[in-house]
C-alpha cells in the first residue's frame, strides 16, 4: 500500500494504491474516483451497532454513519479521497491509539479498529460535532483538518478550543471546561475549551467549522 | 492571442492579452476586470431559444460575455465563482470535450458549445450532472472546486459525480448509486460515473454538494 498526498494544503487529496490483497477503509462520503477493478463495500462504522445505532450517531453528532471499504482483489488499483472541507490532510502512521475529532477521520488500514467514544455527558458540551472516534490498532490513518494542520507538543497543561481539535495522544487526558463565567460562555464564543494535561502530542486545524458556519448560514434561506 | 493562469490552484484568476481582431467569449459574471477600450457585449449564444434550453438543462448562464479588441490590443481578467484551480486546452477541429455546466470559464469564439442534456441519464438519475459539449478548432478554458487532477483512463474508472470537472468525449458512462444512504438531502451525493474507454477524466478535488452539505446544518430555522 502507498498513500500519497497533493494539492496541499488546501484542496488536499490522497491517492491510496493497493496491491492485489489489499484494502483501505474510508468515511463514505470521502471517494472521490477510484479504479474500476476495486471493490467497494459499505457498512455501518460498528458491526456489532448496525444501522439503528448509527442512525442515532448521525442525527446526535452530524457524522456519516457508513464506512466504505476499497479491496484490490487480483489486480492493483487505486483510490482518490477528500475531505468535505478546505483544508489539509495529515496521514498518521498509527501504533496503538488515538483520539480522533469524528469529523477529521477521513480513512485507515481496514485492521484499525474505530470506536465511537460517545465520552458521556460532557462531550456533548463541546459544541457542535464535537464527537470523539478511537482508532485502535497499528497501519496508515488518514486524518483531514478545515484549514491547515498544527502538530503541538503538550509538556504542561494546555488549553484549545473545541472547535479546533483534530487529534491527539492517549497519554493526554482532556477535561472541557469553561473559560470564564457562564455569562462569556454563551454570548463571547470562546466559552468550551479543550484542557489537556499529561505528555504527548496534539494536532489542532487553523480553522473551526463552527465559527465558519456561523458566518455564512445566516446568509442562507431558512431550512 | 495570449493567455496566462495565475495565484492557482486555490484562487485562479485567467489573464487573457488580446490583439487587434481578437475575442474570447465568457460565462456572463465571470469578467473580474478589463481594460476600458475593450469592447463587451452580452448575447445568448446560439440564440435565445437554444440559450434558454442551456439555462434550464445545462444550469449554465442564459447569457455570455464576449470580450473584443478592436483597434488596440487590451487584457480582460476572468475569475469562476467558486475557488479552486482554472485549466487551458486547445481543441483541434472537431474535437469535444463533455464539461460539467459549472466548470465553463470562457472560449475562443470558434468553439462551439451544446447542451448535451447531462445524456439523459444524468437528469433521469438525479445525478445534478448537467454537461455541456465544447466542441474545437480553439481554446478552452474551465475550473474546477478546489484543486484539479487529470485522469487517464484505459478500460474502466469511477467518479463520485459531484467530483467531476470533465472528460473527453472518447469516453463513454453509465451513472449508478453506491454508499448506503447518502444523497437523501442533497442530489448527487452518492452517485458515481462509471467510465469505459480511453480517454481523460477531469476531476475536482471538493465535492459542491458536499459543500453545501457542511452549511445546511447552520442555516436559520423557519419560524412556524
Redesign the interface.
Known sequence: MEIKLEYRPAYSMATVNLNPGESFRAESGAMVGMSAELEMETSSRTQKGGVLKGLARKLLTGESFFLNTFHARTVPGHVMLAPANVGDLVLHDLNGELLVQSTCYVGSEPSIDIQTKLGGFKNFFGGRGFFMLKAVGKGPLLLSAFGAILEVDVTEPFIIDTGHLVAFEPTLDFKIRRVGSWFSTFFSGEGLVCHFTGRGKLWIQSRNPGEFGGIVGPMLPPR | MQSRIELN??YALLEVTLEPGEKVVAESGAMVGMDSHLKLTSQSRGGILKGLARKMLGGESFFQSTFEAESAPGRVLLAPGA???IREIELPAGRSLMLQSSAYLASTPDVTLDTKWGGAKGFFSGAGLFLLKATGPGRIWFNSF??M?T?AVA??????TG?IVGFEETLNYSISK?????GLLFSG??L?A?FAGTGT?Y?Q???PA??A???????????E
Open positions: 490552484p486555490e475557488p479552486g484551480d478546489g484543486a487532477a485522469q478500460g474502466q474508472f469511477v467518479v463520485d467530483h453506491v454508499g448506503g444512504l447518502k451525493e452518492g458515481v462509471r477524466v476531476v478535488t471538493r465535492n458536499s459543500f452539505a457542511f452549511l445546511h446544518p447552520f442555516r436559520p430555522v423557519k419560524n
